[in-house]
């Protein structure tokens, strides 16, 4: 009898181990999550330059040694920070393309759509991403992280307008082709950081009205031929 209330109680007491080490490990994921909002909305409000590790601690509403403790220095903070925008970008444009299905249009549709989602395309994270590219240039460690990226992304619309060039026998080179089409969304992307009134849904719009030109006989105004 005794053996088994022991046995019982050391498997009660194992359980509650296991839901502590869970609390633990959520709670510190919850905290690294908390630090890199605060430190989008910090860039997005002060820059880079004038970013420090008390705004994010206080903007996140924690203590500065919980950043330390987490990071332990502002470049660490900041490349986390990007490695979660740059994962966050890739696997919504990703996922976007799985929904899509197997036709180019659709797939390309997606694309564009996915550019401007509400999840993505906020005034905070464009503000963000800005901060990010103006110091790129002299970051290599910025550079690696996004370079991978933007190649799988612009191999991917090569290959949709190749597609495209094939179903429609258009004459465009597909690099080329790919080329402007990514350009045209990172020169809509880069006119809201501007902020010279564009809206999201201007964005939007004028995106599509590009492709609409581009592929004609694949792609109308409101959506895939």
């Known amino acids: 009898m005794r053996m088994a209330v022991k046995m019982r109680a050391g498997a009660a007491q194992k359980v509650v181990t296991e839901v502590e080490k869970k609390g633990r490990k959520a709670s510190k994921e919850t905290r690294r999550q908390q630090l890199i909002e605060a430190t989008i909305d910090s860039l997005a409000k002060r820059g880079y330059a004038e970013t420090t590790l008390a705004?994010?601690?206080?903007?996140?509403?924690?203590?500065?040694?919980?950043?330390?403790?987490?990071?332990?220095?502002?470049?660490?903070?900041?490349?986390?920070?990007l490695q979660y925008m740059a994962d966050e970008y890739a696997n919504h444009w990703s996922s976007a393309l799985e929904k899509a299905g197997d036709r180019a249009a659709n797939r390309l549709?997606?694309?564009?759509?996915?550019?401007?989602?509400?999840?993505?395309?906020?005034?905070?994270?464009?503000?963000?991403?800005?901060?990010?590219?103006?110091?790129?240039?002299?970051?290599?460690?910025?550079?690696?992280?996004c370079g991978a990226r933007d190649v799988k992304y612009q191999e991917t619309v090569i290959s949709l307008c190749a597609a495209l060039k094939e179903e429609g026998g258009y004459s465009y080179a597909p690099e080329a082709m790919a080329l402007a089409v990514c350009a045209t969304l990172e020169g809509l992307w880069?006119?809201?950081?501007?902020?010279?009134?564009?809206?999201?849904?201007?964005?939007?719009?004028?995106?599509?009205?590009?492709?609409?030109?581009?592929?004609?006989m694949h792609i109308a105004r409101n959506g895939p031929k």
């Open 55 to 81: 705004d994010v601690a206080d903007g996140a509403g924690l203590s500065r040694g919980i950043v330390n403790f987490h990071f332990e220095s502002k470049e660490n903070l900041l490349i986390a920070t």
């Open 109 to 145: 549709w997606a694309l564009v759509l996915a550019d401007f989602d509400r999840k993505i395309c906020t005034k905070r994270k464009l503000a963000a991403w800005c901060a990010f590219w103006g110091e790129a240039k002299s970051r290599p460690t910025y550079q690696a992280l």
């Open 190 to 216: 880069l006119r809201l950081m501007m902020g010279d009134g564009t809206t999201r849904e201007n964005a939007l719009a004028a995106a599509i009205e590009a492709i609409v030109a581009l592929f004609p």
